[in-house]
């Protein structure tokens, strides 16, 4: 009997309707969860990785672009800011404003920041850029990253900044190329 390729159903979707610059996010983990859900790539079926050792909630919608890759072989991580919770798996039209550079005990692990599209949050859809955001927010996503692994042994995190959207925009170029690389 001959052995079907299974695949992720998320990457059927592609990365966006015109990628970089409108995407499809796929949310992993809605905003106030302190439960980090991870999908399975082969099955497509989210399971939960871990509940978060500090006592901390992911202060937004996180999630991934489909047929992305970054170095690391996961798809690239994206924070959707929003004032909702997406359900798990639903599909959110975005745009990407900006990237927080960091690494972690594996290796350069940067966040792309995005917004929704208007019909689907009329608060942050309006922002175009990271420097767009006040510093109470900015603060309150790097405070997250910069302590959300502190209590779990052998890890940890440095974030080392903020870029704009047009990085943003490239290291989504780059994890798409990487997708295409990787899956022929």
Same mark, same amino acid.
């Given at each position: 009997m001959?052995?079907?390729?299974?695949? &992720?159903?998320?990457?059927?979707? =592609?990365a966006?309707? &015109?990628? @970089?610059?409108?995407?499809?996010?796929?949310?992993?983990? @809605?905003?106030?969860? &302190?439960?980090?859900?991870?999908?399975d790539?082969? !099955?497509?079926?989210?399971?939960?990785?871990?509940?978060?050792?500090?006592?901390?909630?992911?202060?937004?919608?996180?999630?991934?672009?489909?047929?992305?890759?970054? #170095?690391?072989?996961? @798809?690239? #991580?994206?924070?959707i800011?929003?004032? #909702?919770?997406?359900? @798990?798996?639903?599909?959110?039209? $975005?745009?990407?404003? =900006?990237?927080?550079?960091?690494?972690?005990?594996?290796?350069?692990?940067?966040?792309?920041? $995005?917004?929704?599209?208007t019909?689907?949050?009329?608060?942050?859809?309006?922002?175009?850029?990271?420097?767009?955001?006040?510093n109470?927010?900015?603060?309150?996503?790097?405070?997250?990253?910069?302590?959300y692994k502190?209590?779990?042994?052998?890890?940890?995190?440095k974030?080392?900044?903020?870029? &704009?959207?047009k !990085?943003a925009k490239?290291?989504?170029?780059? =994890?798409?190329?990487?997708?295409?690389?990787?899956s022929?």
């Amino acid at each position: 009997m001959e052995k079907s390729l299974n695949v &992720n159903k998320f990457d059927q979707i =592609g990365a966006g309707k &015109n990628p @970089p610059g409108d995407i499809y996010v796929v949310v992993e983990i @809605p905003k106030n969860s &302190n439960i980090k859900y991870e999908l399975d790539e082969e !099955t497509g079926i989210l399971f939960v990785d871990r509940k978060l050792h500090t006592s901390m909630v992911y202060p937004f919608n996180y999630g991934f672009v489909p047929q992305t890759k970054e #170095d690391d072989g996961d @798809p690239i #991580d994206i924070l959707i800011l929003s004032n #909702d919770e997406f359900s @798990p798996l639903s599909v959110i039209k $975005a745009k990407p404003i =900006g990237v927080l550079i960091m690494e972690d005990e594996e290796g350069k692990d940067s966040k792309i920041i $995005a917004v929704p599209h208007t019909k689907i949050d009329f608060d942050y859809s309006r922002f175009d850029e990271i420097d767009q955001l006040d510093n109470r927010t900015l603060d309150k996503i790097k405070h997250f990253f910069e302590h959300y692994k502190e209590l779990e042994k052998g890890k940890f995190v440095k974030v080392t900044g903020w870029e &704009n959207s047009k !990085t943003a925009k490239q290291i989504i170029n780059q =994890g798409m190329d990487r997708f295409k690389t990787e899956s022929s």
